[in-house]
């Protein structure tokens, strides 16, 4: 399928008065902040040359009330075009669905399709669904701008590239251009077309088969939001086209594919672009991939092979495990020819599915009644969790490419969820109820990401069951220093008359410096005749830091018949992790137990007393001691209480923690500035320039860090940084062009770095002109034939033709310098007229852009009184 654009030049633009309205096209967009708070991001186009310019916006939210959005960001762009970003947030009351409106006076003159367009107030809406039960929601994005160009009886393709970074589903359908309050317009039709026009529901194609008449035309488009089968969201695009007239024919495109890979992969294809025409081809791309926060996509043109009507370039994405999700990424390619009067591009897509990759085998630690399931942590750090599968007898289940998670067919069963990356173990007891021995059970391990999308599963692991003896019941940390002690006890062995065991008995004791007791060590021994001794004392211990673990191995030890009893199973110390924060500190109970802990007690040391005060008590494994002061060590103990039954007993326990202390800290970054900058184009620098209006935020700062990104995808690297609160403003002069983006950061007293302000982009300073008028004659004056201006021009390929078509001059000089003469030759050509195409290479926003120039250079080379006007 192909679409078209046609170059214009600006003097299209100044047949529109001064004065005229302004508003072309646009959408509105919405990132949640939390349970009801929203960012709004509103996009407009406008017409630079109008007056009607809006530095703020009303937004009417959809619950009775309305507030301004400030205007954040302008991008100048060509044609007298302006890309204006509008931010501002809004509490919503309580869940719900409301449709946000935004208005604004007036649309452009001269839209066919909307009557009297120029008196029609132009207004955007989204919808939002509000609903905790599906969890937070922020609005697609839309990549490829509601703008674009169309020729007269040729199929036109528009997709506005969406991407939703929560990775929902989107669909797409037609529907009314608004007007005030949101109200579809009175008497708007579809553009009219041969054919058809119509939007892919899956894709977001935008077909039109095909103009029928030239004029400006705005077609508005549902991008909308699915989560569970329930729709959560709908953006209304307004987008303008301008149908022109045209005979060129389109590039075609081969190459494109869809696949499943898993994340790490590196996915490298080639599309390559031909031209029937012969004109020399322009290849973009845009999509998902390329916007992703880490190793976003490339798309390299292969210069070295392209040549008139061919061009190559390569796709390659190394992707990694921030780009797992449900949904498939769409990526579209372009191929743009270069007519000197009208361009015609070819679209295609690409579905890339990124899979998570299995974890790594789980380990079993069976129990008489129950297994332990442990595994490494993924390597996925944006893992948020695991699901934990069981059954019995092994599969040999073999995914294919694109299924994650574990089909039911396999017979595998969910029995579990953990919540953390970090969190590896599971402990199977069927619930309480127990695992009944004689089978095998087999586990496998899913991971699970953000969007709640699944990793391939793991291989694998099945274990039958084993008796547990003996069984411990207290690891109790009862002296706190570099030779502490732990208490470790355990429950009497009974029945020892079936194995037949008479003794006397050996109770042997080991220690591991971790939770899971790996490369145990024995620390002692307990002889004994009747098993009555179940408690050890470890003394000489270092208390202060790590968790331990404790088993104990019972043997008959009887001369020449010495044997263990039963399975030994393991138990750790509690350890109260620590993490400080601002003027609080978190504490997370790091323990591995066969019991049932079901409250805490929290102690803290008291500084004037030297004793350690009761200060909280809780049931859940995370406590938070808060309104503490920052840059003050506070030591903390733990009391746990617990359960266990065994041989249908009830034992209860209470066991004392190791001692952890840390400091609250500061790490709340202070608030982001504002920011604004201006090209000097003459000068050849960047005036930058940032603010804080809030007075507590102000007083917070130290300092700031100034960024800068070439292009507007780019990476962005600190330019500068200013130590004083007071020093907001800087000239700033890149390296290639004024071309570029900004943002700011403020900095305080703690190092603490806030979030980017807003960025602000440039692209003023596009102009490379080719004069007209040329008099090589040696009268020392514009004897070089040079163009008005070359800062930002990386190079370009100017050729130069006489009235017969033989070429008399070429070069890539950006300065052209062009004597006059023969190139090859020292003959000066004759006066008279020539032609030129000139393929200029400029550093823009999107980074090294192409375009084509083509004109006349009247030479006056003799001593006649010509008189030649520059145009």
């Given at each position: 399928?192909?679409?078209?654009?046609?170059?214009?030049?600006?003097?299209?633009?100044?047949?529109?008065?001064?004065?005229?309205?302004?508003?072309?096209?646009?959408?509105?967009?919405?990132?949640?902040?939390?349970?009801?708070?929203?960012?709004?991001?509103?996009?407009?186009?406008?017409?630079?040359?109008?007056?009607?310019?809006?530095?703020?916006?009303?937004?009417?939210?959809?619950?009775?009330?309305?507030?301004?959005?400030?205007?954040?960001?302008?991008?100048?762009?060509?044609?007298?075009?302006?890309?204006?970003?509008?931010?501002?947030?809004?509490?919503?009351?309580?869940?719900?669905?409301?449709?946000?409106?935004?208005?604004?006076?007036?649309?452009?003159?001269?839209?066919?399709?909307?009557?009297?367009?120029?008196?029609?107030?132009?207004?955007?809406?989204?919808?939002?669904?509000?609903?905790?039960?599906?969890?937070?929601?922020?609005?697609?994005?839309?990549?490829?701008?509601?703008?674009?160009?169309?020729?007269?009886?040729?199929?036109?393709?528009?997709?506005?590239?969406?991407?939703?970074?929560?990775?929902?589903?989107?669909?797409?359908?037609?529907?009314?251009?608004?007007?005030?309050?949101?109200?579809?317009?009175?008497?708007?039709?579809?553009?009219?077309?041969?054919?058809?026009?119509?939007?892919?529901?899956?894709?977001?194609?935008?077909?039109?088969?095909?103009?029928?008449?030239?004029?400006?035309?705005?077609?508005?488009?549902?991008?909308?939001?699915?989560?569970?089968?329930?729709?959560?969201?709908?953006?209304?695009?307004?987008?303008?086209?301008?149908?022109?007239?045209?005979?060129?024919?389109?590039?075609?495109?081969?190459?494109?594919?869809?696949?499943?890979?898993?994340?790490?992969?590196?996915?490298?294809?080639?599309?390559?672009?031909?031209?029937?025409?012969?004109?020399?081809?322009?290849?973009?791309?845009?999509?998902?991939?390329?916007?992703?926060?880490?190793?976003?996509?490339?798309?390299?043109?292969?210069?070295?092979?392209?040549?008139?009507?061919?061009?190559?370039?390569?796709?390659?994405?190394?992707?990694?495990?921030?780009?797992?999700?449900?949904?498939?990424?769409?990526?579209?390619?372009?191929?743009?020819?270069?007519?000197?009067?009208?361009?015609?591009?070819?679209?295609?897509?690409?579905?890339?599915?990124?899979?998570?990759?299995?974890?790594?085998?789980?380990?079993?630690?069976?129990?008489?009644?129950?297994?332990?399931?442990?595994?490494?942590?993924?390597?996925?750090?944006?893992?948020?969790?695991?699901?934990?599968?069981?059954?019995?007898?092994?599969?040999?289940?073999?995914?294919?490419?694109?299924?994650?998670?574990?089909?039911?067919?396999?017979?595998?069963?969910?029995?579990?969820?953990?919540?953390?990356?970090?969190?590896?173990?599971?402990?199977?007891?069927?619930?309480?109820?127990?695992?009944?021995?004689?089978?095998?059970?087999?586990?496998?391990?899913?991971?699970?990401?953000p969007d709640g999308t699944l990793s391939f599963p793991s291989p694998e692991a099945c274990s039958p069951l084993v008796a547990g003896s003996p069984s411990l019941?207290?690891?109790?940390?009862?002296?706190?220093?570099?030779?502490?002690?732990?208490?470790?006890?355990?429950?009497?062995?009974?029945?020892?008359?079936?194995?037949?065991?008479?003794?006397?008995?050996?109770?042997?004791?080991?220690?591991?410096?971790?939770?899971?007791?790996?490369?145990?060590?024995?620390?002692?021994?307990?002889?004994?005749?009747?098993?009555?001794?179940?408690?050890?004392?470890?003394?000489?211990?270092?208390?202060?830091?790590?968790?331990?673990?404790?088993?104990?191995?019972?043997?008959?030890?009887?001369?020449?018949?010495?044997?263990?009893?039963?399975?030994?199973?393991?138990?750790?110390?509690?350890?109260?992790?620590?993490?400080?924060?601002?003027?609080?500190?978190?504490?997370?109970?790091?323990?591995?137990?066969?019991?049932?802990?079901?409250?805490?007690?929290?102690?803290?040391?008291?500084?004037?007393?030297?004793?350690?005060?009761?200060?909280?008590?809780?049931?859940?494994?995370?406590?938070?001691?808060?309104?503490?002061?920052?840059?003050?060590?506070?030591?903390?103990?733990?009391?746990?209480?617990?359960?266990?039954?065994?041989?249908?007993?009830?034992?209860?326990?209470?066991?004392?923690?190791?001692?952890?202390?840390?400091?609250?800290?500061?790490?709340?970054?202070?608030?982001?500035?504002?920011?604004?900058?201006?090209?000097?184009?003459?000068?050849?620098?960047?005036?930058?320039?940032?603010?804080?209006?809030?007075?507590?935020?102000?007083?917070?700062?130290?300092?700031?860090?100034?960024?800068?990104?070439?292009?507007?995808?780019?990476?962005?690297?600190?330019?500068?940084?200013?130590?004083?609160?007071?020093?907001?403003?800087?000239?700033?002069?890149?390296?290639?062009?004024?071309t570029g983006c900004y943002y700011v950061t403020a900095i305080d007293s703690f190092q603490n770095e806030s979030v980017p302000s807003v960025r602000v982009c440039?692209?003023?300073?596009?102009?490379?002109?080719?004069?007209?008028?040329?008099?090589?004659?040696?009268?020392?004056?514009?004897?070089?034939?040079?163009?008005?201006?070359?800062?930002?021009?990386?190079?370009?390929?100017?050729?130069?033709?006489?009235?017969?078509?033989?070429?008399?001059?070429?070069?890539?000089?950006?300065?052209?310098?062009?004597?006059?003469?023969?190139?090859?030759?020292?003959?000066?050509?004759?006066?008279?007229?020539?032609?030129?195409?000139?393929?200029?290479?400029?550093?823009?926003?999107?980074?090294?852009?192409?375009?084509?120039?083509?004109?006349?250079?009247?030479?006056?080379?003799?001593?006649?009184?010509?008189?030649?006007?520059?145009?």
């Open positions: 399928m192909k679409r078209l654009v046609i170059i214009i030049g600006s003097f299209l633009y100044l047949a529109f008065p001064l004065l005229a309205t302004h508003n072309r096209a646009g959408e509105i967009t919405l990132r949640q902040l939390d349970d009801l708070t929203y960012e709004i991001t509103i996009t407009t186009f406008t017409y630079t040359l109008s007056q009607a310019d809006r530095n703020r916006l009303e937004v009417q939210w959809g619950d009775n009330t309305y507030s301004y959005a400030d205007r954040k960001s302008i991008t100048k762009l060509p044609n007298f075009y302006q890309k204006n970003i509008y931010i501002t947030q809004h509490t919503f009351p309580g869940p719900g669905t409301y449709s946000i409106v935004v208005q604004d006076p007036n649309r452009n003159l001269g839209v066919k399709n909307i009557p009297n367009s120029v008196n029609v107030i132009f207004s955007i809406k989204t919808t939002i669904t509000i609903n905790p039960i599906l969890g937070s929601n922020s609005t697609p994005v839309l990549l490829n701008p509601p703008i674009d160009r169309a020729a007269l009886g040729q199929i036109f393709i528009h997709n506005p590239a969406a991407y939703d970074p929560d990775g929902d589903s989107i669909s797409y359908r037609l529907t009314v251009c608004t007007e005030q309050d949101g109200k579809p317009i009175d008497g708007y039709t579809l553009p009219p077309y041969s054919d058809t026009l119509f939007v892919d529901a899956f894709t977001g194609d935008l077909t039109w088969i095909t103009p029928v008449d030239t004029g400006i035309y705005n077609i508005a488009m549902d991008v909308e939001e699915w989560r569970q089968g329930v729709k959560i969201g709908n953006i209304a695009r307004d987008m303008q086209i301008e149908v022109y007239n045209t005979d060129n024919n389109a590039p075609a495109q081969t190459g494109s594919r869809s696949v499943c890979i898993p994340a790490g992969t590196v996915l490298t294809f080639n599309i390559i672009a031909t031209d029937e025409d012969l004109d020399s081809i322009l290849q973009s791309a845009s999509g998902g991939p390329f916007v992703v926060e880490t190793n976003p996509a490339t798309f390299t043109v292969d210069q070295a092979t392209a040549r008139r009507g061919y061009s190559r370039a390569l796709f390659e994405w190394k992707t990694n495990c921030s780009h797992v999700r449900d949904q498939y990424y769409t990526t579209i390619f372009k191929a743009e020819d270069n007519n000197p009067v009208i361009s015609l591009v070819d679209i295609i897509n690409a579905s890339i599915k990124v899979m998570g990759p299995p974890p790594g085998m789980p380990a079993l630690i069976p129990g008489s009644n129950s297994i332990t399931v442990t595994w490494s942590p993924d390597t996925c750090t944006n893992v948020t969790g695991y699901h934990v599968y069981r059954r019995i007898g092994p599969a040999g289940y073999v995914p294919d490419s694109c299924t994650s998670g574990v089909p039911p067919e396999t017979g595998y069963v969910k029995i579990g969820t953990l919540n953390s990356r970090t969190d590896t173990i599971f402990f199977d007891d069927a619930k309480g109820s127990g695992l009944e021995q004689g089978n095998e059970y087999c586990y496998v391990i899913a991971s699970i990401y019941i207290e690891v109790s940390v009862t002296e706190h220093s570099a030779n502490g002690i732990i208490r470790v006890a355990w429950v009497r062995p009974e029945g020892l008359d079936t194995i037949p065991a008479p003794g006397p008995y050996e109770y042997i004791i080991y220690r591991s410096n971790n939770l899971l007791g790996q490369d145990p060590m024995q620390i002692g021994t307990i002889n004994t005749t009747n098993l009555d001794d179940t408690v050890y004392i470890d003394s000489d211990v270092d208390t202060r830091t790590f968790p331990y673990s404790y088993r104990v191995e019972l043997y008959n030890n009887e001369p020449g018949k010495r044997f263990m009893i039963g399975t030994p199973e393991n138990a750790s110390s509690l350890y109260p992790r620590l993490r400080g924060e601002d003027n609080r500190v978190v504490m997370e109970m790091v323990k591995s137990v066969p019991w049932i802990n079901y409250d805490y007690t929290i102690f803290r040391l008291n500084n004037s007393s030297g004793e350690y005060d009761s200060i909280g008590f809780t049931t859940e494994t995370e406590f938070v001691d808060d309104g503490l002061a920052n840059n003050v060590e506070y030591c903390y103990r733990v009391t746990s209480t617990g359960w266990r039954i065994l041989d249908g007993q009830l034992y209860e326990n209470a066991n004392f923690s190791h001692i952890n202390c840390t400091m609250p800290v500061d790490s709340f970054p202070p608030c982001p500035p504002s920011i604004n900058a201006y090209s000097l184009c003459d000068s050849g620098y960047n005036h930058v320039f940032w603010w804080i209006t809030d007075d507590p935020c102000y007083e917070d700062v130290t300092g700031y860090r100034l960024y800068f990104s070439p292009t507007s995808g780019g990476e962005f690297t600190r330019i500068a940084e200013f130590f004083h609160r007071n020093d907001t403003s800087t000239n700033h002069t890149p390296e290639q062009s004024l440039l692209d003023e300073c596009s102009n490379y002109v080719l004069p007209n008028v040329f008099s090589p004659n040696n009268d020392g004056i514009n004897d070089l034939y040079i163009p008005l201006r070359t800062a930002y021009v990386e190079r370009v390929h100017m050729k130069i033709f006489n009235r017969w078509g033989l070429l008399v001059f070429e070069t890539e000089d950006p300065d052209i310098n062009w004597d006059g003469k023969i190139s090859g030759t020292g003959n000066l050509v004759s006066s008279g007229v020539y032609y030129y195409i000139c393929d200029v290479y400029e550093y823009r926003l999107s980074g090294l852009e192409a375009y084509a120039l083509t004109g006349f250079i009247y030479v006056y080379s003799g001593d006649e009184n010509d008189v030649f006007i520059e145009k």
